[in-house]
């Protein structure tokens, strides 16, 4: 099965830096790959999203890259906000007998002060 | 709005008990997941049901069993609850399988086993 592995598992910046988590997979067939933010006693929320079929998915302060050869893919965010200190988690998607299943990222905590 | 709705929102149960999390999802999806979520571990698949009428083990399903009531309704049972049972559990669904769709999560079940 799929297996992915996400970097680092915490990430500590200033306000208005910039923040980049990174993720690795192990499934070739692996083809969507989503990007969730979990806030404190809330269920995570998809913030992007990339198909295998583009290299890079930009919006506004946040963009993810995807790099099929290497298998891994990141998330940047931009002008970090003290509103952006959450975990994210990365996921990859792949084939599991007749369904697609996503497989997460243990999460990175990112915190960003003020 | 209300998207996806799990309850109860915390329980404690006492080592041998048995119980039900329910879950309602109002956006017509054919998909369905429950997962755990363990501090380090990341979120990690119990069962899932691809469509009405179906349900498959995920990576950590021993312990559960699983009901696809209907198109709407998932519930996850606990039939001897165990202390190591003790997670914060998240319902999420998908729109189909086999199309690239990310999920959407319920805020999540605290769950505490003594």
């Known amino acids: 099965g799929e297996n992915v592995e996400q970097h680092p598992s915490t990430l500590s910046v200033q306000e208005g830096d910039s923040a980049v988590i990174k993720c690795t997979y192990s499934d070739s067939a692996s083809n969507y790959f989503p990007w969730y933010k979990q806030e404190l006693g809330k269920g995570p929320q998809l913030i992007i999203d990339?198909?295998?079929?583009?290299g890079e998915k930009k919006d506004q302060r946040i963009a993810v890259t995807l790099n099929k050869t290497a298998k891994h893919f990141s998330l940047h965010i931009t002008e970090t906000q003290p509103e952006d200190s959450a975990v994210y988690f990365c996921?990859?998607?792949?084939?599991?007998?007749?369904?697609?299943?996503?497989?997460f990222g243990r999460g990175t905590s990112l915190i960003v002060h003020p | 709005n209300a998207g996806v709705t799990q309850t109860p929102k915390f329980q404690v149960l006492k080592t041998g008990q048995s119980m039900t999390l329910q879950c309602a999802q109002d956006?017509?999806?054919?998909?369905m997941y429950w997962y755990r979520q363990d501090p380090g571990m990341g979120l990690r698949l119990i069962y899932y049901s691809a469509s009405e009428g179906t349900t498959d083990k995920g990576e950590v399903p021993n312990g559960y069993n699983v009901s696809r009531l209907n198109k709407r309704e998932f519930s996850l049972r606990l039939e001897s609850a165990a202390p190591s049972q003790t997670s914060v559990y998240f319902c999420?669904?998908?729109?189909?399988?086999?199309?690239?769709?990310?999920?959407?999560f319920g805020d999540g079940t605290r769950l505490s086993i003594l």
């Open positions: 990339i198909r295998s079929n583009v």
């Open positions: 996921a990859a998607r792949s084939r599991a007998g007749g369904s697609y299943i996503p497989t």
């Open positions: 956006m017509n999806h054919n998909s």
């Open positions: 999420a669904s998908s729109e189909a399988r086999g199309v690239n769709q990310p999920q959407h």
